[in-house]
């Protein structure tokens, strides 16, 4: 049977305690003078990621600057690596202590003006949950689960075998995204994530949303209702699909999988996965985005809860 929304958005709002963007207009363009949408963004990296730029004051500033009322660190997690593997794209374990101790510092420095809550952008791998939950439960605010790799990422990232290791963002026959549909809800079942960034990441270069594209969504969807874990709508993402070499594929985020999403009555939290302080520019993105999925019938969460503005 495929399930439908049939619970009003004020009844499933009631039992687990959120406010839609439209109950907290009111608050929010009190709070803002003109905006009539709390901006926040749980999704920004540092530049310990290898990948990103600007220091974190920057993109503080920068936010400042937008009327952000929050402003949450996510930089890609380093993990306890056993094998010994220097990833490309995340800070070093070593680097973990001076990345809490910045980001704590700067929600002092600004308290009052934005709040700055500082957590991790993580992968499913089943290894280091234990590792995971110890460090959220000590230090962090929060986590995201952006699920990049299969299991672990120091193997072949070309490789698609039962020892891991695959590139998620290049999934281009039906079994890399049965496998990444599959991972990322074994990831959300743990309970440690607040939120799944770009779920539909693995239409990055896919050509088509066909029958698996539609299957993953599915599944992914009913298990973010099911465990009522909020679907981040990822500007970043518009922002690659930009780019000409990337035109023919769906791109992320992908209009089918939000159908689902809207069909399954999904939550959405919209994130700016800034690797630059200008990404935070993007407020027309953000503008576009609540547009599109108050548009298909999405509650779009105005801020994750216990995390909203000071
Ligand atoms: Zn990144
Ligand atoms: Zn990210």
């Known amino acids: 049977m495929f399930p439908k929304n049939n619970s009003s958005a004020a009844d499933r709002r009631r039992g687990r305690g959120y406010n839609t963007v439209t109950e907290n207009m009111h608050e929010v363009s009190r709070m803002n003078g003109e905006k009539q949408r709390p901006l926040v963004n749980y999704h920004t990296h540092t530049w310990r990621c290898q ?3 600007g220091t974190e004051e920057m993109y503080v500033r920068r936010a400042l600057g937008q009327g952000f009322k929050v402003l949450g660190f996510a930089d890609h997690t380093p993990w306890p690596y056993e094998s010994g593997y220097v990833a490309g794209m995340r800070m070093r374990l070593d680097q973990l202590e001076d990345y809490l101790a910045t980001v704590r510092a700067l929600g002092e420095q600004y308290a009052g003006q934005i709040r700055i ?5 993580c992968e499913a791998f089943p290894h280091y949950f234990g590792w995971l939950s110890e460090l959220k439960e000590k230090s962090l ?11 672990r990422d120091d193997a072949d990232h070309d490789a698609f075998d039962e020892g891991g290791g695959f590139y998620f963002g290049r999934c281009t026959k039906p079994a890399h995204i049965r496998r990444y549909a599959q991972r990322t809800i074994e990831g959300m079942r743990t309970g440690l994530f607040d939120y799944v960034a770009h779920p539909d990441l693995y239409c990055h270069v896919y050509r088509q949303f066909d029958a698996d594209c539609v299957a993953a ?49 999904c939550k959405a939290i919209i994130g700016f996965d800034a690797h630059q302080p200008e990404h935070l520019d993007r407020v027309d993105l953000f503008d576009g985005a609540l547009e599109f999925l108050t548009g298909l019938g999405i509650e779009v969460l105005p801020w994750l809860p216990g995390l909203g503005p000071q």
């Open 51 to 53: 990948h990103a730029g």
């Open 117 to 121: 809550p500082v957590g991790l952008e």
């Open 141 to 151: 605010n929060y986590l995201i689960l952006g699920n990049h790799y299969d299991l």
């Open 217 to 265: 969504a599915r599944d992914l969807c009913q298990a973010a209702v099911a465990l009522d874990i909020p679907l981040e709508y990822n500007l970043l993402g518009i922002q690659y699909h930009a780019r000409p070499q990337e035109r023919d594929a769906l791109g992320y985020p992908c209009a089918g999988f939000w159908e689902v999403a809207a069909q399954y009555g």
